[in-house]
């Protein structure tokens, strides 16, 4: 916890984890949720970055990282050194985040001193590290009571005459045990080479894992008398973890992540930004490639905002219908804004469309008294009906501007609080991103599908090797009439449910042999 009271700067050498930002611990994230400057390396995960912003949007992002095998990349560690005492001159809570732990292989003892001898106050929030974590994700054990009761880690850098000076071969046993090779792309024939002379088996298993953890990795496989020839076929990239030893043959059984049905698969997400951050958190989970497309953003209906006939009047309603997160923020936005608060809704009942906007009036200490079995305003008022004879009560509806066509009750009044703003133009990057393969478009409303095939018709997208993936009836409606077609729709309609279904939907068809990835 950060004393309020402190007035020194500290420095937070932070640990982020392998890449998955699932695996960042929960100090690192309450130091990155308040730090006003984040100092990164290289070797964190753009996925990390984004948790980043998402957390703390207005933080300070500088780059300080030093890249061995791309030295237009890197800065040397003496200019990282005067680049965090600049920043203790400057700021008060500075977080230096590296990939991993920053004490294995992290250069944490370089900067810990340096930083120490110039009096700056410095902690250590360890992280989850990729020696453990990457081998885990391939489904490869580092010990098992069968082959090894041990494991070595082994940093495979040195000097450039002779890269192999530092390792000190006498210090374990290069012919049995579980050998973890670290930065050892570069210098894996030298070490192969080595490891043969020592009089390792060149029969013995090796793994070569590329961007651990993340949706991005992947597993190669194979012998260790037959990996130099096979790195001439292969194309092996840093960032890698090496694995050598018979513990990688159980990754036979034990490969979890890579099978997961939407491993690796890309998916464009076009939610709005704010609303998105969950939903990519759970794809992420699920081994996916979000793509963010955000189509919409949320404004004020600023006519609204001090609509006195409603809001000096809301005793006078008898329901309120909620059929959205954002109905639900700007509605309580609206009350602050007046000098009212969820005391106002005193007596009124209120129904609650979804799941997610049943969590969004808990944060105003509100319980609906109704939420329908179906996701939608239609199903909403059909199934109140059975239980409630509503068509002469009063009725207010906090909803978007040009909403879905209600259904017509006597006395329902209809508050356009909020607007939908579309994007109409498309970063270059995303206009790539199609023509490498969008595997999965997901789409949450009527409104996001009609926008969205706008911009297919403007930019020419090739929606053929996509499939469509939607939340509700009438958003799959839409989608048919705009595209011919939709290949997923969310049971139940929520996040997890569209997730669910997709995972489903791709399992069968692995199960067919289409779209394997191989």
């Known amino acids: 916890m950060i004393n309020p009271k402190k007035t020194q700067s500290t420095i937070y050498i932070t640990g982020a984890g392998p890449g998955d930002p699932g695996l960042i611990t929960l100090k690192a994230k309450e130091i990155l949720s308040i730090a006003d400057v984040v100092v990164y390396d290289n070797l964190v995960s753009n996925e990390i970055l984004e948790l980043v912003i998402n957390l703390n949007p207005e933080v300070k992002m500088i780059y300080g990282g030093r890249v061995g095998y791309n030295p237009a990349k890197s800065l040397e560690q003496n200019e990282i050194n005067s680049l965090l005492v600049d920043l203790a001159k400057e700021y008060k809570v500075i977080c230096r985040l590296k990939g991993g732990d920053p004490s294995v292989f992290g250069r944490l ?31 490869i054990p580092l010990t098992h009571r069968d082959c090894s009761s041990s494991f070595t880690v082994i940093a495979a850098q040195g000097e450039a005459d002779d890269p192999l000076r530092n390792i000190k071969w006498e210090n374990f046993d290069a012919r049995n045990g579980t050998l973890v090779l670290l930065m050892g792309v570069k210098k894996l024939p030298g070490i192969i080479d080595k490891l043969l002379e020592l009089g390792r088996d060149p029969k013995t298993p090796i793994a070569i894992i590329y961007l651990g953890t993340t949706s991005r ?35 036979d059984i034990l490969n979890w992540y890579e ?54 009047n809301l005793r006078n309603y008898e329901w309120i219908f909620f059929t959205s997160q954002n109905a639900v923020k700007f509605f309580f936005e609206i009350l602050r804004a007046n000098y009212f608060d969820s005391r106002a809704l005193a007596g009124i009942k ?9 969590v969004e009036l808990g944060k105003y200490n509100i319980n609906p008294d109704f939420v329908p079995k179906k996701f939608s305003f239609e ?140």
Do not use: C
Request: proline share 4%; charged share 25%.
């Open 217 to 251: 990795q992947s597993t190669f496989v194979t012998r260790l008398g037959k990996v130099n020839n096979d790195l001439m076929e292969m194309n092996i990239k840093p960032p890698s973890l090496i694995i050598i030893g018979e513990v990688v043959n159980y990754r």
């Open 350 to 358: 209120i129904a609650a469309v979804g799941y997610k906007t049943k």
């Open 379 to 518: 199903d909403l008022v059909k199934e109140l009906l059975e239980l409630e004879n509503i068509k002469d009560k009063q009725i207010l509806h906090p909803t978007q501007e040009e909403s879905v066509k209600e259904p017509i009750l006597k006395n329902l009044k209809t508050w356009n609080i909020y607007r939908a703003e579309f994007t109409t133009s498309l970063d270059p990057n995303l206009v790539n991103a199609f023509n490498n393969g969008i595997e999965v478009i997901t789409l949450f409303s009527s409104n996001t599908a009609k926008h969205f095939s706008q911009i297919v018709s403007k930019y020419n997208l090739d929606m053929s090797r996509s499939k469509f993936a939607v939340i509700g009836d009438e958003t799959a409606k839409s989608v048919v009439e705009l595209f011919g077609r939709v290949d997923i729709v969310a049971n139940p309609s929520t996040e997890e449910g569209l997730i669910y279904s997709m995972e489903e939907y791709f399992d069968k068809a692995r199960s067919k042999g289409i779209g394997v990835r191989r």
């Open 109 to 139: 003892g370089e900067e810990a001193v340096y930083l120490r001898k110039e009096r700056i106050n410095i902690e250590i929030i360890p992280g989850v590290s990729s020696v453990t974590a990457v081998p885990s994700y391939a489904g």
């Open 259 to 312: 099978t997961k049905p939407l491993f690796a698969k890309n998916v464009l997400v076009t939610r709005s930004k704010e609303q998105s951050v969950s939903f990519v958190s759970k794809l992420i989970q699920s081994g996916v490639h979000p793509v963010n497309m955000p189509l919409v953003s949320y404004e004020f209906n600023q006519k609204e905002l001090y609509n006195k006939n409603i809001i000096n």
